[in-house]
């Protein structure tokens, strides 16, 4: 019995014991049911042959894999050269998610850091107005960031208006557009978990760092940002993830020269002229990618945590 309990009271560390499957058994029946179920089914489509008119043959190869890796000339009879064609668009999705990760913590560091230094009774305000875009469909968020920056768009006007510039910004259609895009739609995954763990930050830590002399970069770079890391990563990997498979802003903002993975994606499932299988493969190899290095990262983290 726990100390200082009454002799008649029960203790309460040990009620679940013993009924841990019983009460997780809901949550591995939605897991099973809304993402290994599409994930396996997923695998094995990318391993099936696509029909001319559209659809699959059960007809299992690699064929969509080495489509992905290697272009044997249009009528698969030449010698195989790596295909740059797909690997560069992956490639230039890494760059997108990643610049937009950074936009993200840049700006949605300050932000979480300004939230948890206000007063208790208004930190919910400045969270609720944080959280307000997500009561809009991101489909019109987006399109509501196209009017934004368009060349005749409220941005361009404004700037003409005032001066800054004689001629409007040739903004939609570019790497920038897209990355603004991805900043809007995913900006409040960066602030959420930062501010969760500023909040949570003991500021008399920086008052003593203030006495040992240390200047405010000293302080932010050996003091705050190793006790809110963990709130850090959390955000970058909620931004770069979804960042790094979003098609909206690449299709809406970037156009046809800033093609992403995502929107490569969703070309092979487009009517009965997709390739479903190819579809599948990119999609496989992008979560084996993303699993990979949330792996590494947290093998690296396990590591740490056993020197320390």
């Known amino acids: 019995m726990a100390a200082g309990a009454s002799p008649g009271a029960h203790v309460t560390s040990d009620i679940y014991q013993g009924n841990a499957f019983r009460l997780m ?24 042959t696509k029909e001319f008119r559209g659809g699959v043959i059960w007809d299992f190869s690699i064929a969509s894999y080495d489509r992905f890796f290697l272009d044997r000339g249009l009528f698969g009879d030449e010698s195989p050269t790596i295909e740059w064609t797909y690997i560069n668009i ?123 002399y240390a200047g405010a970069w000293a302080t932010l770079r050996l003091v705050i940002l190793p006790v809110v890391k963990p709130g850090i990563v959390a955000g970058c990997i909620l931004v770069f993830v979804p960042s790094l498979g979003a098609f909206l802003a690449p299709d809406l903002l970037g ?11 969703e070309e092979q499932f487009k009517g009965s002229a997709g390739n479903w299988p190819f579809g599948a493969a990119i999609s496989m190899i992008l979560l084996t990618i993303v699993m990979v290095v949330l792996l590494i990262y947290a093998r690296s983290q396990q590591k740490q945590e056993q020197k320390s």
């Open 255 to 265: 156009g046809a020269k800033n093609f992403m993975i995502g929107s490569l994606i």
């Open 90 to 212: 992956f490639i230039r999705s890494i760059y997108q998610a990643l610049m937009a990760t950074v936009l993200c913590l840049l700006i949605g560091f300050p932000t979480a850091w300004f939230i948890a230094t206000r007063s208790e009774r208004s930190r919910p305000v400045w969270l609720f107005l944080i959280t307000i875009p997500y009561w809009v469909n991101l489909l019109i968020r987006t399109v509501s960031m196209k009017f934004l920056i368009r060349d005749s768009g409220p941005l361009n006007e404004f700037l003409l208006w005032s001066g800054a510039i004689t001629e409007p910004l040739g903004l939609i259609n570019t790497d920038l557009a897209v990355q603004l895009g991805l900043f809007y739609s995913y900006l409040p995954f960066m602030v959420l978990p930062v501010y969760a763990s500023v909040e949570r930050y003991d500021f008399t830590l920086s008052e003593a760092a203030a006495d040992l």
């Open 25 to 48: 058994l809901p949550s591995w029946v939605v897991i099973g049911i809304f993402l290994l179920v599409p994930v396996m089914l997923m695998g094995i489509y990318s391993f099936l």
